[in-house]
């Protein structure tokens, strides 16, 4: 398979749905459905960063936390990313998170950056 076809998804609930990250970080906007992560409830982190800072415009992220509780939910969008995309996003987001592999509400594998 090559790296320029869609093969990932990736669910997102912070600025990797913004229109200029994801013009600066994938060079296109990226095509996406609603969909929600059960277990799960969102923070805000200061983000030292300042090319990321730079980027999104905001200087505190949304970082999820595992709560275990399947009512905590958490609405985002999934992205459907190229292997090569993924790795930008991987790039992008710092090093206080990291991508792991859930099911969504819908079914639906995907990745997210969790903190």
Do not use: C
């Amino acid at each position: 398979m090559s790296t320029t076809e869609t093969s990932e998804r990736l669910f997102s609930y912070g600025t990797l749905l913004l229109p200029q990250v994801q013009l600066d970080v994938f060079g296109r906007r990226i095509e996406s459905t609603e969909d929600v992560l059960a277990g799960y409830h969102v923070q805000q982190a200061e983000i030292d960063d300042s090319r990321v800072v730079a980027i999104s415009g905001l200087a505190a992220h949304p970082v999820l936390s595992r709560t275990g509780n399947t009512s905590d939910k958490v609405s985002g969008r999934v992205l459907e990313l190229t292997l090569d995309e993924l790795d930008a996003a991987d790039e992008y987001e710092v090093s206080l998170y990291r991508r792991v592999a859930v099911v969504l509400q819908s079914g639906r594998d995907a990745w997210v950056y969790v903190g």
